[in-house]
């Protein structure tokens, strides 16, 4: 078997390739990434000499490398990660969301339609089905609920959801999509809640919550995405959407209050700062059909991996400290300054 993983050198996508080289010893993966400023060759720095995995640095939407890439590879699977994924960016500007997010999963899905690969799988996010009220906790994300988006964000990634469906009812594509909720761990890039707290809370900065911190999120790490990602392309049905997502809901206050705890850092330092805009209240999964079809469950409880996340950044401050060096300093005085 050999599998496609684009923006394998980002978060989720290099989770992924560790996972799969790990529990599928006769899988070859290459990994296709253009390295935008999240993408980092320093994650993968621990399979960059394995036999069975191959880098290719590469545009999505670069049509004609995609296509001989499909042509010499002869991939049986192709799991598409690669995105512009973070909302407040996509706030700032929107075009190269549309761009790799919809574009590059069109160029994807039609060279697999030409090479006819077995299974197009296409990673998506829950933030498709909008948000739900603070006041309902009976309330969840079912698959069959409508799309709507409050970020540009989402509305790329929803786009390209409504393509990837509408490719398998067209050109009877074997096509299935997953839209999971938070995800956390090692390797994310500290612009996201968790690891940007982290990272400020160890030194001492201010930490910067938006609006008043009600906000909630569905928590899962990551290996858990991984793991229901190897189920859906193995057993998941073609043409069907599967929700992925623990029960893990916590309030963004919450989050930031149980970092500073761990870190052995004061409260103080929690700031609250301007709202984004057009801010999601709630997003909690409901996870019944990847469970009841697939017999997937979460591993990890948000306590365990928050810890097992905060020992992660602890132990690999080089890491992160090579990227905040660059410039994410301007990314961040643009983002927070006078915010
Ligand atoms: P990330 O931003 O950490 O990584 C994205 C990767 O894609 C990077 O390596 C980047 O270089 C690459 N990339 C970007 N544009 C590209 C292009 N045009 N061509 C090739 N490669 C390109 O993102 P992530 O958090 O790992 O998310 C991965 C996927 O999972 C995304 O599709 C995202 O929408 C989805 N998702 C993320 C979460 C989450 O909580 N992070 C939750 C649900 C779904
Ligand atoms: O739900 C899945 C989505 O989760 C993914 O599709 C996205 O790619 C991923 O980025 C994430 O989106 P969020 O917007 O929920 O994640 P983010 O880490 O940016 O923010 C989490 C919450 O924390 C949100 O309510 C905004 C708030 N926040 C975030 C940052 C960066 C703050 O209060 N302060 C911050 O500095």
Redesign the pocket.
């Known amino acids: 078997m050999k599998v496609l993983v684009t923006g394998g050198a980002g978060f989720i996508g290099a989770n992924f390739v560790f996972y799969m080289l790990d529990k599928h010893p006769d899988y070859d993966i290459v990994c296709l990434d253009s390295l935008t400023y999240c993408g980092n060759l320093k994650t993968l720095d621990s399979v960059m000499d394995n036999p069975r995995f191959k880098f290719v640095k590469g545009d999505v939407t670069d049509r004609k490398l995609v296509f001989e890439l499909f042509e010499e590879e002869k991939f049986n699977i192709v799991v598409n990660f690669a ?1 512009e ?4 960016r996509s706030i700032e500007d929107p075009g190269v969301f549309l761009r790799t997010n919809i574009l590059g999963t069109q160029t994807l899905m039609d060279a697999a339609k030409e090479y006819g690969v077995e299974r197009y799988h296409q990673v ?4 498709v089905y909008g948000d739900l009220p603070l006041d309902r906790p009976d309330l969840f994300f079912t698959e069959d609920m409508p799309l709507t988006a409050s ?1 540009p ?2 509305a790329s ?1 929803a786009s390209a959801d409504l393509l990837a469906m509408a490719y398998h009812r067209t050109y009877d594509m074997p096509v299935t999509i997953s839209r ?4 956390y761990g090692p390797y994310q890039f500290p ?4 690891p ?2 982290i990272k400020n809370a160890l030194a001492d900065e201010q ?5 008043t ?1 009600e ?4 928590w899962l790490y990551v290996e858990d995405h991984c793991k229901a990602i190897d189920m859906i392309i193995h057993n998941g049905k073609v043409g069907e959407v599967y929700n992925i997502g623990g029960h893990n809901e916590r309030s ?1 206050l919450d ?2 209050r149980t970092i500073l705890k761990q870190v052995g850092k004061p409260e103080s330092l929690i700031t609250f ?1 301007g709202d ?1 805009k057009g ?2 209240l709630r ?1 909690a999964i409901d996870p019944t059909k990847i469970h009841n079809e697939l017999g997937w469950l979460p591993e990890t409880g948000f306590d365990e991996g928050i810890r097992r996340t905060i020992d992660w950044y602890l132990d690999n401050r080089q890491w992160w400290e090579e990227i905040i060096s660059g410039e994410y300093q301007q990314y961040y005085e643009k ?2 300054s006078n915010r």
Do not use: F, Q, W
């Open positions: 995105a994924s973070h909302v407040d998506g996010t829950d933030e970020s964000y989402s990634k999971c909720s938070n995800n612009e996201k809640l968790i940007l707290m930490l910067p919550v938006y609006g911190g906000n909630v999120r569905d963004n989050v930031v700062v984004r801010h999601d997003y983002m927070y």
